[in-house]
């Protein structure tokens, strides 16, 4: 009897999901993807709340200190200057995590609709489009950042700006590519044959087909901005002292990794975890997005 | 299955690098065949001894030329050259220099008297750009031919004989015999010069290592930029048994923790630096290859003393004041330096600065207060400038916590490129900037000369009647003690009306193999290549 | 096909062109020049050098007598390295640079497909979580950190490998060719794992699945084709990004390549060495990208019918 009962209530609520929350409820489901999304959003909150909650100021100078091991009042250990690295860290964050998201959500604007623009129209208006990422791929971007840094002197809206444009490019083409391949496809051509609106076929069939590699990509992406970021610090180009971020911080520790290790080991570890996550949630996205791979 | 699979690829992989053994070890061969090995700092830019003006471009100038007079590595005493000997007129103005008989270039030729004056006229050529020109100018009538006033016979070097040289100076120089060991009054090869371009213009092929011809202990062989330079022993040097090594690779690394590591692999027989971090474990193994000496340059801080309210003495006081220097070469250099109270880096065998500018947090507070900002309240945020570098970073740091502490007062911080940084410190659009100065030559003149008014180095705004007669004054003196008292004089009003900020004397570390024998550390960080030897 | 690159080419000389402007109003807009030294230069030799190199004629006069050398094949003496012409110095430092990105991009290839084929056949399994975590280790590791580490493991503690130079000490290329390479073989691991997994799961793959045709054949007959087209677009960039990325391994590792000279010409508005190594740096990525285009038109029967069609 009660089973009877059901059937109508369970096909109801299928019918009233929406693809988002479809995509959602399998989200939810993978473990490792929600752990990322906890840890991203826990780190974000604490960075949030950083000016609040860190133990120290992050320029106040220990001089008679100096670098030490982690303790009982510096957790993480002190640099050079006896600044303690937990606060750092901190602060740090909220500098890097700025850079990734936002230069990263620069590249996915401009990328994903240059590239699919560029691939669904074709012909000259994509040999133009085409072209033009060429051109600009053809700048050696590194000494363009040199020389903007240098020229503008560096601040973070550079830094963001500058990242954004050398990420898109990739972007552009990999959609570019993607929507290329799946224009050739049966279904598509199918669809085009049967005269539905060129509208209808990118947000039914392009879209959900191009999303895939896309998350994958950004992903991918939001390290390597973190990544260029410390590259800039490397270079001694990146976010001004007394600031630090990530990867100023692990530019310094490298330097010195066989004397002070922790200087190292910490800003790497929370990177690397902070990137782990991004990776399993973009893979936990991708899986939960992908109509085709949930049915498997 | 896979996994495994590549687990044996793995280890077979290992096995194999295993394979090849211990690597080569560079040093060991290089001892055997007196190879010496030796980190050179920055890429050089050219061999050009009157184009250059960077110390790893003096280096190898050090190998391949030989001035009128070289110096001991030991003591940095003057001793001969390709001079044997010399004399000096009484009022110190007129010197004859007596040139070997058997000093050769290295194609054979001769080297004559007339080589130098026509290699120093080459010097003066304006469209040559020769930097040291201006060094020069204690010969007689230099500066007029370098500005095109007169011709050059009217210039105070002649050739007496082939081997006789006369040189007359405008005052009675002091430090003209060591101005000779600098690499801009070397001799060079005027036809080899001429036979791949005019002999004023630069960057000719003349210097590449097919062309080159000089008259040092060594020949360039082989010149791959960012690789090497090989230099191998000349056997026309005129003292060519007496040098010992075949060959010496000077190797550019700019990277003081790439040179460290290539040491530890045994690449490298000398560093040219260490990174600060690894000085405690160099000495706490205590194996003998730490070498570390104190040099002959200063850090400082430059205040722009013309804009507000770095105009105001009692300001620039209370910043000086309040800076605490033994903490910074304690806690943050690290490096064995030592504090520095006043401008010219002293040298304990002629000259120690004695005006000290004191250390007096209460004293700044007060006079802070007198210049109208008590307790730091109205000061505005003043900006310190320093060129891209960790050290400067953590100075400009500590400095900043230490103004901020005692004073009050908040300044920013600004890590500026290189190229932009010298751009604005000449343009005077600075606040207050980081600077160093390396003295050219064991004499106080070389760091007092920069703050006259208006010379191309002050840029501080700094401007002194009394400071300028005294440096014009040193410069006529020929008593030695006489001046040292105008030295004194003036390091007191550099103290005095503080257009800088003194911090601390330079100190050197580096790395020496302990097969490299006959080399020694002096404050000028000046190399006579000629006796060492490995074993 | 033939059509297609002869119009690449010519697309390429606009583009060339631009680069060089864009490139030369953008170095002489930062301030400073490359005269200038930390002890005050005279200002009257500072004007005999900058009349000697011409820099002191119009701004547009000088680019384009720039550029008409640079179309006869002549950079331009460096300001920097007066006895070098730039071409001397590109010639000098561009076979390690090549030779290092060619073994990086061996690497790369080589153990990132492998690991990414490995991985997406396997997918969520052991042979699935290694590789990709290890991939994204890869990716999470800047080269200025894993060169270093490298260095300090297998050239120090176990004292197996020469920790610099290049061709000098048997197996001093290994060590920077693994740096270079691995964030690139993280990369490509990903992506072609990726790639696969797309097409494993297409309709067509499922039908020849179902057909009961074996795992190898699928992956290389039908799946590899389409799977690692991703990949291929990302070499384009990939290879631009290992000559780019070049500098900081060849002064880790104190090669004497071509990106040392290019990252330090910067900074030493070293004006003609910029100029020059951003044209050459632009044509072989141009290069580049234009044989990823090929292979992937030659990848794809559609794509050439269509080229072929248009002619």
Known sequence: MSEVIKIPELSQLEKGRSLTQDALARLRKNRMAMLGLYFLLALIVIALLTPWIAPYSYEEQNLELGASPPSAQHWLGTDILGRDQLTRIMYGSRISLAVGFIATAVALTIGVLWGAIAGFVGGRTDAVMMRIVDALYALPFTIFIILLTVVFGSSLLLLFLAIGAVEWLTMARIVRGQVLAIKRQEFVEAAISMGLSPARIVSRHLIPNVLGP??????????????????????????????????????????????????????GLILTITLFSLNFLGDGLRDALDPRASRD | MHAIRWLMICVMAAGLLSGCGKSQKLVDIGNEQQILHIANGDEISDLDPQVTTGMPESRVQAALFEGLVARDPKTLKVVPGVAERWDISEDGTKYRFYIRENAKWSNG???????????????????????YATSLYVVKNGQAFHEGKIGFEDVGVKAFDKKILDVELIAPTPYFLQLLAHHSAFALHIPTIEKFGAIDERGTKWTRPENFVGNGPFIPVEWIPTKYIAVKRNPYYWDAANVKLNEIRFYPIPKYTVEERMFRAGQLHITYYLPRDKLEYYKAKNDGVL???????????????????????????????????????????????????????????SYVPEAKMPYDPDLARKLLAEAGFPEGKGFPTLTIAFNTNDEHRNVAMAIQQMWKKELGIEVSLENVEWKVFLDRERQMDYEIDRASWVGDYLDPFTFLEMFTTGNGNNKTGFASTEYDSLIRASALEADPEQRMFYFQKADKILVDEVPILPLYTYHWNRLVSKSVKNWYDNPMDYYSFKQIYLE | MFMFIVRRVLQAIPVLFMVSLVTFIMIRSAPGGPFDEDRAVPPEVIKNLNERYHLDDPLWKQFLDYIANVVQGDLGPSFKYPSHTVNDLIAAGLPA???????????????GLTAGIIASLKTNSMQDYIPMSAAMVGICMPTFVLGPILLLVFGIWLDWLPVAGWGEIP???????????????????RISRGGMLDILSQDYIRTARAKGLSTSRIVFVHALRGGITPVISFLGPAIAGLLAGSFVVESIFQIPGLGRFYVTAAFNRDYTMILGCTIFFAFLIILFNLLADIVLVWLNPKLRQELEARG
Do not use: C
């Not at chain 1, 991918?220 to 990544?227: D, G, M, N, Q």
């Not at chain 1, 490397?234 to 911080?249: K, R, T, V, Y």
């Not at chain 2, 004056?117 to 040559?128: E, G, H, Y």
């Not at chain 3, 197996?171 to 691991?189: E, F, H, Q």
């Open chain 3, 97 to 111: 640079t090549l030779e290092l990105s060619f073994y990086a991009l061996i690497f790369a290839l080589v153990t």
């Open chain 2, 291 to 349: 070498r570390s000496f104190q040099n002959f340059a200063t850090y400082f801080y430059r205040f722009n003393t013309t804009i507000k309210p770095l105009n105001d003495l009692r300001v620039r006081k209370a910043l000086a004041y309040s800076v605490n220097r033994h903490q910074i070469v304690e806690y943050v250099t690290k490096f064995g330096q030592k504090p520095a109270y006043a401008l010219t880096a002293p040298d304990p065998n």
């Open chain 2, 109 to 131: 030729d001769d080297l004559t008297a007339n080589d130098f004056v026509q290699s120093w006229r080459r010097s003066f050529l304006p469209a040559l750009g020769n930097q």
């Open chain 3, 171 to 189: 197996g001093d290329k290994i060590l920077p060719s693994i740096t270079l390479g691995s964030v690139y073989a993280a990369y490509i691991a």
């Open chain 1, 214 to 267: 896309v998350i994958v990509y950004t992903t991918l992406t939001i390290p390597s901005v973190i990544l260029l970021e410390s590259f800039l610090s490397f270079l001694g180009l990146g976010i001004q002292p007394p600031a630090s971020s990530w990867g100023s911080l692990i530019a310094s520790g490298v330097e010195v990794m066989e004397e002070y290790v922790w200087l190292l080991f910490f800003p």
